[in-house]
């Protein structure tokens, strides 16, 4: 799922979108609420008529700005409070109000209101924000009013195996429309989310949505899949394309470099993006150099199709039975 926080996916349209075969797009509750405001956008007919995206909408609750925010918040059993980074407000978030956003927002998909510890942090501090998220996930299913709207759990537990088995288990119980894995890319290595993903993702119907928040790269999305993840969101695609780099079948390429200036070949000739359809590695350079936004549009467009091209084929392989064979350079 491209990742929207503000209502848009940074430097492309919804029609760009579309083209790129995405099919779900992510956006933020906070930064909504902070601006425009929740209220705009329901008087708006929601999120699908205020950015013009028919598809569907998921929207994160505002629990990773308790981790990503953490010098401008301050959290107890009742809720967060932050205070707003644009005009110094006390901005006050129990669980009920973050689901409240959320129905007035309007997404298909909402997500439940979370603690999400940093790392490194003490095994007393991951057990308190795992608790708190359970408790908050409760008064969240009863805050929650809109049967069009399908309310997700999420599943935290640092890197700490036995608390991610436990919290898999019982919010397992409460019976949702889907379940997340968070509380990883926080600043832990690769491996340690590997083992986080194997031991928790098991734990979780297999027939109700599995979501791993915040990973977005091959290798991470490739031994996700095999332990049963079905749904991923991450902002590489368009970070990296605002500082000139392409997703090309598993490398970041740097197309600043001087090695691309009178390259007149497409950024991957097996891409059939627009940009790869229409634009040579010379130009995106050239662009770059210019320092001209249409150059974050066009690497953009690409990197989102590769990447969802990239889990589309996991997709065919799983389907076909070839999945551990053509993908085991990105299991092992």
């Not at 929601?46 to 700005?65: A, V």
Request: aromatic fraction near 8%; hydrophobic fraction near 40%.
């Amino acid at each position: 799922m491209p990742v929207g926080t503000l209502a848009n996916v940074k430097t492309v349209t919804p029609a760009q979108l579309k083209d790129c075969n995405a099919e779900m797009v992510l956006a933020n509750t906070y930064h909504l609420h902070l601006q425009p405001g929740e209220n705009l956008v329901a008087e708006a007919g929601g999120l699908h008529r205020f950015m013009n995206w028919n598809g569907p909408i998921l929207t994160d609750s505002g629990g990773f700005q308790v981790f990503s925010l953490s010098e401008m918040r301050k959290v107890t059993d009742e809720g967060a409070t932050f205070r707003s980074p644009r005009d110094g407000r006390i901005i006050e978030m129990p669980p009920e109000r973050s689901i409240e956003i959320q129905n007035q927002l309007g997404a298909d998909v909402i997500m439940a209101f979370d603690e999400c510890p940093p790392y490194p942090a003490t095994k007393e501090a991951v057990i308190a924000a795992t608790d708190r998220t359970y408790r908050w996930l409760k008064r969240c299913i009863s805050a929650h009013d809109r049967s069009d709207q399908a309310l997700f759990g999420i599943i935290q537990g640092g890197v700490h195996l036995d608390l991610r088995s436990s919290a898999a288990r019982a919010i397992a119980e409460l019976d949702l429309p889907g379940y997340a894995i968070g509380g990883v890319s926080v600043g832990e290595p690769p491996e340690l989310i590997e083992k986080i993903v194997k031991a928790t993702t098991p734990l979780l119907p297999a027939d109700k949505p599995r979501y791993l928040m915040g990973v977005g790269t091959y290798k991470e999305m490739a031994q996700a899949i095999a332990s049963g993840i079905d749904l991923f969101d991450c902002v590489i695609p368009t970070r990296l394309a605002r500082h000139g780099a392409a997703l090309v079948q598993g490398e970041r390429w740097n197309l600043k470099n001087a090695r691309f200036r009178r390259d007149l070949t497409p950024v991957d000739e097996t891409c059939t993006c627009y940009t790869c359809q229409n634009f040579t590695r010379a130009y995106l350079c050239h662009l770059l150099h210019a320092k001209e936004l249409l150059a974050y549009t066009l690497i953009s467009i690409h990197n989102i199709t590769e990447l969802i091209r990239f889990t589309t084929d996991i997709r065919t392989a799983i389907l076909q039975d070839r999945f551990q064979q053509d993908y085991a350079h990105w299991l092992a």
